[in-house]
């Protein structure tokens, strides 16, 4: 007996691939039970058949040499359990899912899947402050210049401020809590995303507290950091901004100052013209990636959801 392969066919020789394609194209807009149920298959047939699909999508993508990288961990169950994403910020996708953790080894498997020659290729890495994303880069890739995400760093201002306002809510007694209690989202929100209401609560929770209507002033200033394009100028207000911290007794405002000091190379790089990339992609694709696992929850394919994440901004077949 002989077994003749056929090239229409699919993985799965009760379908033909335009069949498997077809399923997968809906996939990217339905859950698979949706897709299932409107087909009349077995849930775990258009899994397979929708992995295909992906699998066909990065074959055709192909293996980029990435010139700009953008890094960051996902959480993918509970228990401090993290892999690593990369992805191209040029081309505008990941390209990269994988480790075992988010450690400085978890890291060095992908400079060992991109290989030497296109690991030299990398000009510029853009990651939060962690440091073993940071040590793995300069091990593996030494001549890409490292910029810390701005997204992260803004992040982590918002939480000084969310400390100062419980701090000052703690302080007060009585009648003086009523402007603070509930306006947490009001303060860190940008201004322009405010309802008429939250403006309106704004005004009056910064005319009654000093402390407040400092540190939200200094937060709200803090973002101007990003428009420079000379080193020597973003180097200048910075100096400045912390100089306005003196006296005013906001400790959470000086821890933050503190940690910009010690990671001042990674941020200062973004005033370099050529470093000029859309930060918010990786940010983008961490959203994106929720929605996946909250499409596809109760799945414990880690395949699948590999190649979920690594073609979500792939264009379809």
Not at 113 to 127: F, N, T
């Amino acid at each position: 007996m002989k077994r003749e392969q056929l090239d229409f066919l699919a993985d799965n020789p009760f379908y033909t691939k335009r069949f498997a394609h077809y399923i997968g194209q809906r996939c990217r807009q339905a859950s698979i039970k949706d897709v299932a149920e409107e087909f009349n298959l077995h849930w775990e047939t258009v899994k397979t058949l929708e992995k295909q699909y992906m699998a066909a999508q990065l074959a055709k993508a192909g293996t980029p040499g990435p010139k700009a990288i953008g890094i960051d961990e996902i959480s993918i169950r509970k228990g401090h359990t993290y892999r690593i994403v990369v992805s191209d910020l040029i081309r505008g996708r990941p390209i990269w899912f994988g480790g075992d953790d988010r450690s400085e080894a978890s890291m060095g498997q992908f400079y060992a899947w991109l290989g030497p020659k296109k690991a030299a290729g990398v000009r510029l890495a853009v990651m939060d402050m962690w440091k073993p994303f940071r040590n793995a880069t300069a091990a593996h890739a030494p001549q890409a210049a490292i910029l810390f995400d701005k997204f992260h760093i803004m992040r982590h201002l918002g939480e000084a401020l969310d400390r100062v306002r419980k701090a000052e809510y703690k302080r007060l007694k009585d009648s003086d809590r009523k402007f603070i209690k509930g306006q947490k989202y009001t303060l860190l929100s940008h201004p322009e995303n405010l309802s008429a209401d939250g403006r309106a609560s704004l005004k009056k929770l910064l005319a009654a507290n000093k402390r407040l209507n400092t540190a939200y002033l200094l937060k709200e200033s803090f973002g101007q950091l990003w428009d420079y394009e000379r080193e020597g100028w973003a180097r200048k207000f910075f100096d400045n901004w912390r100089a306005s911290l003196k006296w005013q007794r906001l400790e959470p405002y000086e821890k933050f100052a503190a940690m910009i000091e010690r990671h001042w190379d990674g941020i200062a790089a973004y005033c370099q013209p050529e470093n000029k990339v859309p930060l918010g992609f990786v940010e983008g694709v961490n959203n994106k990636i929720r929605v996946i696992q909250r499409r596809a929850y109760g799945l414990r394919d880690e395949e699948y959801l590999r190649l979920k994440v690594l073609t979500c901004m792939l264009p379809p077949l």
